[in-house]
């Protein structure tokens, strides 16, 4: 039987099996590339999409929101969700508070601390987060101690000559203190 | 201590990089070793680019075709990984064959090495398993009709069959489960499997070496680097290949969704099961063949048994002196078969009309789905198939095959683009009703008699009166009954023209007498002759005898009439391929109405126009339109179309044959509307 070949660094052959070596780095690496290449660049496809708009949605009308405590409306919108259109799809939750006449106030039912569901307590006269225990005042500011870092979200609302409300629905970056919509 | 050191200190990793590439290579690096490593390799690809697709993929009958178009043709990239994913599948199957060549012939399916080659075997279905259900993944015609094959095949298993159906399908009918269940074998636990035994296949590929072909060419050698660079060359011109029919294919095919009511008769297997669908066909195995009933049994079970049962014993057969040779030779004989079956498979279907008409149907469908999704900025909760049920461009022609077809054509064709020899087509061709090219032609006397129009009417070619025909009767009872319709033409010749040539004639009577039954020729000779001497010629319509004998005389003036009402007449279908025409043309459509109106050209005396009642032809009023054309769909008898005359158009209206959508849809379709 021969014996096996091999190669001792500083002799001859060093610098041809270095270049082996080499060669088998670039081809295994190369051939390799394109299924992770094609797999990232589908993986990281969200990432490259652009801010939605805001989506204006009506949700209620001075006639049927009198002053009083703010009260929650769900949000249905028409929406594609990757391959499937939706004609009404849930996508959240609002609070309508009448402030004046012709004046309505409206906020964002997912906690600005990391997303939860809000609810407005009627005895207490504020919005709870009962994930982390956030609490807001009824004009959506944070009460102390709190692990929030901003208050309610705002969202814009359009009245019509018609009395309808209107409410430009949008979803912000939780954790932060900045308002930054993502959504 | 470095932190390599510090890591191999608590792995021992070093170690194990050597063992795995400073291993012994017999006689020195060659190409005929590629192979394992090239599978390997294949393999790792298949896993990476199946995570990734997995990540999209939405197993459910109402989302999985959706959600592999959206990653086909929405999601970046994602033509390339499931493209990547497709072909790769499809070019393991020769790179496995390659492999279990080498194996075979350089005979490392010898001892010590009997349970390695178990596994290889082992590996072979678990690939094949996964191609399998991998196949029923995206839910379209294809993969649905081909895989329903496949399921039916293991529901006729002796004993457990139905069980066993049931288990795979997951219901007495595919469904969701069906493809939960495919998708779990697929990319849970067949892979698992796959590894499993590829681990085993390795260590004991390891434990025993390589087989060296001999006589060993080089001095031997070390895995790395000189076989590394070679399996790493190889891998790379594998995935080269791979990228190549990436793009010229433009990614992997998608069909159709899966319609659980409309049979697929293009279904095909994968093309490295076309030999199993060819055997399967063949007559031996008919249920009037020698194995009888059982003959699916035999063909799908027991000979695909008894052939993988003899590759588990060629490590056993291999012992005897011919041993190897016979295994050589089963290998060739094997790779023959499996040729010449795939290559018959190819070439029946390359010659099948019907096969290629489903399979250029079923591209239209997949890319009409696709279109519609992207148009409608979506698909429905319902599904894809909700949108082509609903699409007049895909119903249209269905319905116009199963209900018009039989006597009327369009382009010459079904609806879905098979020819009608003229000999079936006893109406107009319906391609583009009502536009002006459609009415220009019915009005020229060179197109009327043609099966573009009137050519197999009865408008062109009207039956003998009773009399003759019963005189027609008397001759037939004396004909042999098998060659009636042969000496038919010649029958209705004799009845049908009057005072003809004597040389016509005597040719006409001599076709009866021939096939008379036998002693009446002379009574037949002696009948036709008064048939012929009392033939009279059959009147064509008064449509079509105003068409041959009026238009031609027509002056310009009436000819430019003539046009005017043309455009007039198919202004009143709004037609969407004529609206930018009818725009343009307002005022020569007006004076077109108003030439009706003015009972110009005498059009009005037959046809109902404005105040003008018309009389036995179809009204004008919005002819071609949406609504007459329902309306005439429905009871074509009415007084505003054929009236009593209508002896042949069936109605169509609601709770008969069609319903009011299906009846949208034909007409939208007929109209070129989406």
Redesign the interface.
């Known amino acids: 039987m021969t014996e096996p070949t091999t190669t001792e660094p500083g002799q001859p052959g060093d610098r041809r099996e270095f270049l082996k070596s080499a060669a088998c780095a670039v081809f295994g690496t190369a051939c390799i590339i394109p299924p992770v290449v094609a797999g990232v660049t589908v993986l990281t496809a969200p990432i490259r999409e652009l801010v939605p708009e805001g989506v204006k949605v009506k949700l209620s009308s001075l006639d049927a929101l009198p002053p009083g405590p703010p009260r929650l409306f769900s949000v249905s919108v028409e929406r594609t969700d990757a391959w499937t259109r939706h004609q009404r799809n849930a996508v959240g939750a609002v609070f309508l508070e009448r402030t004046g006449e012709r004046t309505v106030k409206a906020l964002s039912a997912s906690c600005p601390h990391l997303g939860g569901s809000i609810e407005y307590r009627p005895e207490q006269k504020d919005f709870y987060c009962g994930i982390h225990d956030s609490a807001f005042t009824a004009q959506g500011d944070v009460v102390q101690p709190s692990p929030a870092y901003r208050g309610l979200d705002t969202l814009e609302v359009e009245i019509n000559a018609a009395g309808e409300i209107w409410v430009v629905f949008r979803e912000f970056k939780a954790g932060i203190k900045e308002k930054i919509a993502v959504g | 201590m470095g932190l390599f050191d510090w890591i191999d200190d608590r792995t021992g990793y070093r170690k194990l990089l050597k063992s795995a590439l400073y291993e012994?290579?017999?006689g020195?690096s060659r190409w005929r070793y590629i192979w394992g490593s090239t599978l390997s390799?294949a393999i790792?690809?298949q896993f990476?680019?199946g995570?990734?697709l997995w990540?999209?993929y939405s197993p459910s009958a109402q989302?999985a075709w959706?959600?592999v178009?959206?990653?086909n043709e929405?999601?970046?990239?994602?033509w390339?990984?499931r493209g990547?994913h497709h072909y790769m599948a499809q070019l393991m199957v020769p790179l496995l064959v390659l492999h279990f060549m080498q194996v075979i012939i350089d005979g490392a399916y010898k001892a010590p090495r009997e349970f390695n080659y178990w596994f290889g075997l082992g590996l072979l279905v678990l690939v094949l398993a996964i191609s399998l259900t991998g196949y029923l993944l995206p839910w379209d015609q294809r993969g649905y009709w081909s895989t329903k094959v496949v399921t039916n095949l293991v529901g006729n298993v002796p004993v457990v069959g139905d069980a066993m159906q049931r288990t795979v399908v997951g219901d007495a009918n595919y469904g969701h489960h069906t493809l939960t269940r495919f998708f779990a074998l697929h990319a849970g636990v067949l892979p698992a499997l796959l590894v499993l035994l590829i681990i085993a296949h390795i260590a004991l590929f390891r434990k025993h070496g390589l087989t060296p072909k001999l006589p060993?060419k080089k001095?031997?050698?070390?895995f790395?680097?000189?076989q590394?660079?070679m399996d790493?060359?190889a891998?790379?011109v594998?995935?080269i290949a791979?990228?190549v029919l990436v793009w010229h294919f433009k990614g992997a095919a998608l069909g159709a969704p899966a319609n659980p009511a409309e049979q697929y008769s293009a279904a095909r297997p994968d093309w490295y099961f076309m030999f199993l669908f060819q055997f399967l066909k063949l007559k031996t195995f008919a249920p009037d063949g020698p194995f009888g009933e059982n003959g699916l049994i035999v063909a799908s079970l027991v000979i695909p048994g008894l052939v993988f049962g003899l590759l588990m014993l060629m490590p056993i057969l291999g012992r005897w002196k011919i041993g190897h040779f016979f295994n050589v030779f089963t290998l060739f004989a094997g790779l023959a078969g499996f040729g010449y079956l795939t290559t018959v498979a190819f070439m029946k279907d390359a010659a099948d009309p019907h096969y290629k008409a489903a399979v250029v149907q079923a591209q239209k469908d997949a890319a009409r789905a696709m279109e519609l999704?992207k148009k409608?900025?979506?698909?429905?909760?319902e599904g894809a198939l909700a949108l082509l049920r609903d699409d007049p461009l895909t119903q249209g022609p269905r319905l116009f095959k199963s209900q018009c077809a039989s006597c009327h054509a369009w382009d010459g064709h079904n609806g879905l683009g098979e020819i009608i020899p003229d000999k079936d087509r006893s109406a107009p061709d319906l391609a583009r009703f009502a536009s002006r090219e459609w009415l220009a032609g019915f009005l020229d006397p060179k197109q009327i008699e043609t099966h573009k129009y009137f050519g197999g009417t009865r408008f062109v070619n009207p039956p003998p009166d009773d009399a003759t025909k019963e005189k027609m009767a008397e001759i037939r009872k004396l004909l042999k009954p098998d060659v009636i319709p042969a000496a038919e033409p010649a029958l209705l010749a004799l009845a049908t023209t009057p005072k003809p040539d004597q040389a016509k004639r005597d040719g006409w009577i001599a076709t009866l007498t021939a096939a008379s039954l036998p002693d009446n020729q002379d009574r037949i000779t002696s009948l036709a002759g008064r048939l012929s001497a009392q033939a009279v010629a059959p009147k064509k319509s008064k449509m079509v005898r105003i068409i041959l004998d009026d238009i031609p005389d027509y002056t310009a003036e009436q000819k430019d009439q003539l046009n005017k009402i043309i455009a007039a007449l198919s202004a009143e279908a709004k037609l969407p391929l004529q609206k930018e025409i009818d725009a343009k043309d307002a005022a020569f459509i007006e004076e077109g109405r108003k030439l009706l109106s003015d009972v110009a050209l005498d059009c009005t005396d037959c046809h109902q126009w404005r105040a003008n009642e018309g009389g036995s032809g179809p009204t004008f009023e919005g002819y071609g339109s949406t609504e007459w054309l329902r309306e005439f769909l429905k009871n074509p008898a009415h007084d505003n179309f054929y009236g009593k005359r209508n002896d042949r158009m069936p109605a169509f209206g609601e709770g008969s044959r069609l319903s009011a959508r299906e009846l949208d849809l034909l007409i939208h379709w007929m109209r070129g509307e989406e």
Do not use: N, Q, W
Request: glycine share 10%; hydrophobic share 50%.
């Open positions: 012994h290579v017999p020195g390799f790792v690809v990476i680019t995570v990734f990540m999209h989302s959706e959600s178009y959206y990653i929405v999601m970046p990239g994602g390339l990984l990547i060993k001095r031997d050698g070390m790395f680097p000189d590394v660079l790493a060359v891998c790379c594998v995935m791979v990228l999704a409608r900025d979506g698909i429905p909760t």
